[in-house]
């Protein structure tokens, strides 16, 4: 039953986009591959089946760190101890408070400057705190990650990620891709990492299509 109420809202979003506010004809398949591609990532991620519970955003805010943080974690190796300051900044970010989490980071990797792990958890966190946005220090840590950890496929997706987020679709494709083809064949993530590559691929060749089509001149 869920279900049912998540498209009726994507379809009324789209209808609000394309009827109130006058979305222009030509980009109503881009819009509607957007919404599309954003219902196939809450089918994946999202917990559509799951009951309402009290104080429902805060709730979400929490997953959403621990999200992060596990993401994070399966590119790395579990058997490898983490150092202190990043366990410590791992329990914020969890908690959704990434400024705080950012501020470990920072020791942390004053210590160890070569800690990729680190560095990519520090992107991401920065990411975060920008409510989504690649700043030029979230980028400098992801470059600095793959620096010491270059085939590692964690900064290209993380990455890719923030880029994805932020509209850039051809370079967040192009991220994914690389960071897939560096992900070992019986790596535990690999068949999601697949999966989301796929789907921007997908999604990035529609965008690049229709965009071809409306600067081609009439006929």
């Known amino acids: 039953m869920i279900w049912l109420v998540v498209i009726a809202l994507a379809a009324l979003a789209f209808a609000a986009a394309a ?5 222009p004809r030509p980009v109503w398949t881009i819009f509607g591959a957007v919404l599309l591609f954003g219902l196939a990532g809450y089918g994946v991620q999202g917990s559509p089946g799951q009951p309402a519970a009290p104080r429902a955003a805060i709730a979400t805010e929490a ?5 992060m943080v596990a993401q994070r ?5 579990p058997n490898l101890p983490l150092p202190r300051y990043v366990i410590l900044a791992d329990g914020f970010t969890r908690d959704g408070q990434y400024e705080r989490a950012a501020e470990f980071l920072a020791v942390a990797l004053e210590e160890n400057p070569q800690d990729a792990e680190g560095w990519v958890a520090l992107g991401n966190v920065l990411v975060e705190h920008a409510d989504g946005t690649l700043t030029p220090a979230a980028g400098e840590a992801y470059q600095r990650a793959a620096r010491y950890a270059p085939e590692n496929p964690a900064p290209p997706y993380f990455l890719g990620l923030a ?3 932020g509209g850039r679709l051809a370079e967040a494709d192009e991220l994914w891709q690389q960071a897939l083809a560096m992900t070992e064949e019986d790596a535990s993530y690999r068949p ?3 999966q989301r590559s796929a789907a921007l691929r997908a999604l990035s060749e ?4 229709q965009g071809e089509a409306m600067r081609a001149p009439p006929p």
């Not at 529609?206 to 299509?209: H, I």
Request: net charge positive; hydrophobic share 50%.
């Open 19 to 23: 009827f109130v506010f006058g979305l």
């Open 192 to 194: 999601i990492l697949a």
């Open 163 to 165: 880029m994805l987020r």
């Open 206 to 209: 529609r965008v690049s299509a």
């Open 73 to 77: 974690r399966q590119f790395f190796d």
């Open 63 to 67: 997953q959403s760190g621990e999200t």
